[in-house]
C-alpha cells in the first residue's frame, strides 16, 4: 500500500511540518510505502500515483485545489486540526470545502471537542469522522532536571493573533518584580506582520524578553535544555504538540485554558492551567517554589504522555483506516 499524505508545510518549521514528519517516519517504520506534497510551499514535488490519500487541513487544501485545479482520484481522509476547525470552518464553509469534506471517506480530529464541532456543522460529517489524538516524538538528549534559581520561560508558537503571545505580559511584568532575573523566550515564525511590530515593541521595552525567530524542530534541543517552563498562550488550538513535547521531556507547562488544552491538562496534576493573570502569577511562583509539587507534576505529565502520547499507536490506527479505504 502507498500513501501520499499532503499537508500544508514540510520543510518549514511549523507544527504542520512537524506533524506530516512524525506521521511519516513511523508509517515508514511500519513498512508503509508513504509519499509526501507540501501544498503550501513553493518548491515543485513529484505527485505519485498512490493508493490512499491523506490530507492535512481541509480548507488551506481547498485554497490549493482550487489555484492548481489539482483532482483527487483516490479515496481520501482529511484530518483537521485548529485552525480549520476553530476558525475557517465556523466563517468559510463555501461550496468547495463541504465538497471536500462530503467525498472523503474518513475525517480525523484530535480531540472530543473538535468531534463536537464537527457535529454541530453536519451530522454526516460526525457518521465519519473519528478521533485520533495527536502523539508527541521527541528525538532528543534533554537534560533530566533544569536549574530552578530562575524562571526561564518558553513559548513557542508562530506570530498570528490566535497565538495571542502576548497575553501574559501584564503578569509577567509583576513576576520580574518577584524574580529579577527572569528570563522569556519566544519560538516561532513571523507569520503576521502586526504580531511581529508589537512582539518587537514589547521586547525592546523589557529586557528580560526575547524573540528568537524560527527554530527547526530537530535542533530544538538547546531551547529546551535552557528551559525550565513551556507557556500555552493560544486563544483556540487543536492540540498542541508544544506542551505534548514539554510533558514528555520533564519540563512543566502553564497553558492558557482552552478546550484543547484542557485535555492535555490537568490543573496541577500534569500541569498548570489559567485564565487570568493572577492564576498565571499563582502557576509560575508554584513552579518556582514548591518542589514537591513541581515534580510530582512533572512526572504525572510524563507519565500521560507515554500512555496517551504513543506515535507507533497513531499510526497504527491510520494504517487501519487506509486498509479500510483501500478494499
Not at 507540501?38 to 481541509?58: C, F, M, N, R
Not at 490549493?64 to 486540526?81: A, C, I
Not at 507519565?303 to 499507536?313: D, I, M, Q, R
Request: proline letters at 6%; a neutral charge; hydrophobic letters at 40%.
Amino acid at each position: 500500500m502507498h500513501i501520499l499524505l499532503f499537508t500544508p508545510y514540510f520543510n518549514q518549521p511549523r507544527g504542520n511540518a512537524t506533524t506530516s514528519r512524525r506521521i511519516i517516519h513511523f508509517l515508514q517504520e511500519a513498512g508503509i510505502q508513504t509519499s509526501v506534497f507540501p501544498y503550501g510551499e513553493k518548491d515543485l514535488w513529484y505527485l505519485p500515483q498512490t493508493d490512499v490519500v491523506h490530507i492535512l487541513h481541509a480548507t488551506r487544501f481547498v485554497q490549493w485545489l482550487g489555484e492548481t485545479g489539482y483532482q483527487l482520484k483516490k479515496p481520501y481522509l482529511v484530518t483537521m486540526g485548529g485552525t480549520d476547525i476553530n476558525v475557517d470552518l465556523q466563517t468559510k464553509r463555501g461550496a468547495d470545502v463541504i465538497s471536500l469534506l462530503e467525498g472523503a471517506e474518513f475525517l480525523t480530529v484530535f480531540t472530543d471537542d473538535a468531534f463536537q464541532k464537527i457535529s454541530e456543522l453536519d451530522l454526516n460529517w460526525a457518521k465519519k469522522t473519528v478521533k485520533i489524538p495527536q502523539a508527541v516524538w521527541t528525538p532528543w538528549k534533554v537534560e533530566e532536571s533544569p536549574d530552578y534559581s530562575i524562571p526561564t520561560i518558553l513559548l513557542p508558537a508562530g506570530l498570528r493573533p490566535v497565538k495571542d503571545v502576548l497575553h501574559p505580559l501584564p503578569a509577567l511584568d509583576q513576576l520580574v518584580e518577584k524574580f529579577p532575573r527572569l528570563a522569556f523566550t519566544i519560538l516561532g515564525a513571523s507569520l503576521d506582520q502586526q504580531v511581529y511590530q508589537q512582539v518587537k515593541q514589547a521586547c525592546a521595552s523589557r529586557p528580560w524578553m526575547h524573540y528568537a525567530g524560527v527554530v527547526p524542530f530537530d535542533v530544538m534541543t538547546q531551547w529546551y535544555n535552557t528551559s525550565n517552563i513551556v507557556l500555552n498562550t493560544s486563544i483556540s488550538e487543536g492540540q498542541s504538540l508544544a506542551i505534548m513535547e514539554a510533558m514528555s521531556i520533564g519540563r512543566p507547562v502553564v497553558a492558557r485554558k482552552n478546550p484543547a488544552n484542557e485535555s492535555l491538562i490537568i490543573h496541577r496534576e500534569t500541569g498548570w492551567l489559567y485564565e487570568k493573570q493572577d492564576e498565571f502569577i499563582k502557576a509560575i511562583t508554584e513552579i518556582m517554589t514548591d518542589p514537591t509539587l513541581r515534580q510530582r507534576v512533572i512526572h504525572q505529565a510524563k507519565v500521560w504522555a507515554g500512555e496517551h502520547a504513543s506515535p507507533a499507536l497513531e499510526v497504527q490506527r491510520y494504517i487501519e483506516l487506509y486498509h479500510q479505504m483501500s478494499r
